[in-house]
């Protein structure tokens, strides 16, 4: 994932890799992991970031993005500058290691926002619920239908992922099944919230 925030005037960062929504989802993930029992942060890789289970992210992010996630706008453009330069004659293109933030991303994984989103919401309801999966797939079901509720006749999208409500968080769905797929869903989740707490983001799930 290689996209770079889109700069306003007067600027003196950019953000190397992925969205500002990319890293809503992993400050939102640590929220979380901060809430669970049976996770240990590890609270000097997380010391730059202050308390974030008390702070909404909006004001967080515009006040610790460069700091964290930045690269300084000059130090980037030349990497690019360098990194677009044909190779001299004889020899193979030059690897150059991409300018990061103190906090960067996982390298070479894809981040899709939806299915993170959706192990983050299933994370959510596991730890509301005491790790209790049934009772974290009736939450999950019942989320979504308020959420469906609230945004009927609305542009805005429903933030729960609707396959996983009517086939496999059903009361009367298969066993065997269906609930296999939601032990694949819980253990990603679980997975993922293992790796932040590590400090990586999302890591190997």
């Not at 996209?3 to 929504?21: A, D, F, I, M, Q």
């Not at 906090?103 to 983050?120: F, N, P, Q, R």
């Not at 009361?171 to 932040?196: C, P, Q, W």
Request: one cysteine or more; glycine letters at 6%.
């Amino acid at each position: 994932m290689s996209s770079v925030r889109r700069n306003t005037k007067g600027e003196t960062h950019v953000l190397p890799r992925g969205k500002k929504e990319v890293y809503r989802l992993w400050f939102e993930f640590l929220k979380v992991v901060k809430s669970d029992s049976a996770q240990t942060v590890d609270a000097k890789k997380y010391k730059r970031w202050g308390e974030v289970e008390y702070r909404k992210f909006d004001p967080w992010w515009e006040k610790n993005w460069r700091r964290l996630f930045g690269v300084r706008k000059e130090k980037y453009e030349s990497f690019m500058a360098s990194a677009n330069q044909p190779p001299k004659k004889g020899k193979g293109k030059r690897e150059l290691d991409k300018p990061a933030g103190i906090y960067s991303l996982t390298d070479g994984k894809e981040i899709k926002k939806a299915a993170m989103l959706t192990y983050l919401r299933m994370y959510q309801c596991l730890v509301k619920e005491g790790k209790d999966r049934k009772k974290a797939i009736a939450r999950y079901r019942k989320l979504r239908e308020e959420s469906e509720v609230r945004h009927k006749g609305t542009k805005r999208r429903v933030l729960y992922s609707p396959n996983l409500v009517k086939e496999y968080g059903s009361e009367n769905a298969s066993d065997d099944l269906h609930g296999s797929t939601m032990r694949r869903y819980f253990r990603k989740a679980e997975k993922i919230a293992k790796n932040v707490a590590k400090g990586a983001f999302p890591g190997e799930y």
